[in-house]
């Protein structure tokens, strides 16, 4: 399933996802960093793609060959938990 970065909502789009589409509720671009699956915080450049152009405006349209949508999980809350994922992290180093 796929979720716009800005309000969070899930969206039944087809891919690929073309550079002057809009988020039907918010209004948002989708074909953004802040959407797609190399978009990483801590990385150079926050995108995981080495051959990919900067992007100064992250959650702005862009013209990257590269951009992938990311697939969310979406949950019964509808937005991420960090008690989820720090359950989840905890699990992978439990030893025994």
């Not at 990257?64 to 989840?88: L, N, P």
């Amino acid at each position: 399933m796929k979720r716009c970065h800005a309000c969070l909502k899930g969206l039944e789009i087809k891919t690929p996802v073309g550079r002057r589409e809009i988020c039907p509720f918010c209004g948002s671009d989708l074909h953004c960093c802040l959407n797609c699956a190399y978009h990483e915080k801590g990385a150079y450049n926050e995108c995981r793609e080495l051959q990919a152009e900067r992007v100064i405006e992250k959650d702005r349209s862009n013209f990257c060959d590269y951009f992938v949508f990311r697939d969310v999980e979406i949950r019964s809350k509808g937005k991420d938990s960090g008690g989820y994922v720090k359950t989840k992290i905890t699990s992978l180093f439990k030893t025994g």
